[in-house]
């Protein structure tokens, strides 16, 4: 059983964003000046940072209320200014009320001197820390006896810290300690990756607090974040923020839980992750290029004034084997299905990618393969059909409702309620009910983790200002985002099917409203009456109503923007990349390289667009020939 968790230390709503999405219990915000996390000087971001907290996530809990909750940390004479308990005490709740924290986290304070200022003390609740250096001062702990006071603190003592030291102490002096009345006990001091099992084994602990061991850098990293907060908590949010959860049918719910189970078990094992590292690098041919696009760049700053035109990267997911993104989650998934013991594979397909990369795992790995496709689908991606046969897997037209994606997921959903013991969804999108979004974007993560690495190392560890993906469901833009989501000074652009420009389209995020869609909650596209509306896009990958939950998330608390981009755009920004640096890229890609373009134009020559290119153009040659009039 896992324990909770604290995140301290963090700076801005990047990182709230970041901790809320990993299902983070308690988050931390310094005020001590000497430390380096200090943000007594930006308390307008402290606003912004409690504003998502309490507006954008929220999960009830019986004995804090609520999680996520949101403290300041303070340090007995952590400030200059105030000499006295009580000016402290008044500067605590003043910081505190004009922030709208949840709470304070009091470090360096008797219990003498906290008796003085309890009556200046105007916080919701108070956790109450002690430093410790050795088991004797473990043994000597006094808590005040004080309603605001919700839990105890014991942290390693360093001269003049406050916390977030990255040293430990010796955590078996707590083998005997009990906090007085039943207090939940934080424990901090130098948790990592490397002794979280250790920390876990502390019998009297509840909460884990983390602030130096989420860094590198002296910077919070998503992907650290993540790994600690599944190492201790166990379990991955059924919600991010207020969007996702489960919504499908009762026959399908021990389905769901022997997947969630057996995935985290999965995580957990090493060999599982070289596994799919493996197949990654010897078949589907990762890492892909992070290519600088030369001539597309002096495309652009021949389009723009003189000091504008940003440098454009190309992340080259079109190289991969099967021609696109899809094969990431393809490989991980299928051998989740494997370790279930499930030898048939269901999936829906739009564009035909993820229908391919579903019939090459199949083959790959000895399974049988069913694909649904809509019956438009499969006419406008007649080769993809092709393809999927040729590998030995079926495909099923899906003739109900609109005969695109919509339609293929409805029938995946079916066939998988009608044989849930036998068949296993392998899901090609950030889409559906709890956890198939978060194990899409897990695998598809690589985009990016690949991508910021390569980009710092070849611009002296800077990062770009922005990152550009289409977004349909959203797996390639998920997996283009996830790895800078917690970075400050990265903007995160994400372009979906604008269609005709007018009522034809599929612009989910920037158009539709928030209700229930293939198990979960997100943005949609659906009529006053709540029925799912008929979408249209040039691409077939990107003509569905909804979108992930995730993508719902970071467009409601502001870390992502989301614009639509018409057929006549896309097909514009495919002549353009073919032309200047002879890449033809997919269609569901070319929306994102026209509105990349459009992005660059406005920056500073000096700033960088990184672009995913999801896949490549073969599925959608006959497409764009009849649109452009080849003949």
Known sequence: MGKLMKLCGLKSRNQV??????????????????????MGDNLDEVKEMARITEEKAGIKNA????????????????????STVAQEAEYISKI???TNLHGAQLYGYSTQEYDEMKACLEVPMVIFSVSVSTAEEVKAIQVPDHSLIKAVCVDNKVKDAVGGTGESFDWTWLKDFTPPRDLPLFLAGG????????????????VLDISSGAEINKTKDGVTVRKLARAIRSKIPSYIGRFGGQFLPEILMPNLIELEAKYIELQADPAFTEEVLKWNREYSGRPTLLYDAER????????????KGAKIWLKREDLLHGGAHKINNGIGQALVAKALGKNRIIAETGAGQHGVATATVCALFGMNGTVYMGEKDTQRQRLNVLRIESMGAKVVPATSGARTLNSAVNEALRDWAANPATAHYLIGSVVGPHPFPTIVRDFQSVISTEARKQFMDMNGGSLPGCVVACVGGGSNCIGAFDAFVCDDGVELLGVEAGGDGAELHSSTLSKGTVGWLHGAKTQLLQTEDGQVMDTHSISAGLDYPAVGPEHSYLQDTGRATYVPCTDDEALEGFKILAKTEAILPALESSHAIFKGIEKAKTMGR???VVICVSGR???DMETIAHKLGFK
């Open 96 to 98: 505190v009320k004009e």
């Open 617 to 619: 153009g073969d599925k």
């Open 296 to 307: 597309l760049t002096s495309y652009v700053r021949k389009e723009c004034a003189e000091d």
């Open 606 to 608: 000096d700033e960088h």
């Open 63 to 82: 004995k804090w209320g609520r999680f996520p909750l949101l403290l300041g940390i303070f340090q007995r004479g952590g400030r200059a200014a105030q």
């Open 191 to 206: 948790i990592n990756l490397s002794n979280v099992p250790q920390a876990l084994a502390v019998d009297c602990a509840d």
């Open 17 to 38: 964003v970041c901790a809320i999405r990993e299902g983070i219990d308690f988050m931390g915000v310094v005020f001590a000046e000497k430390s380096h996390r200090y």
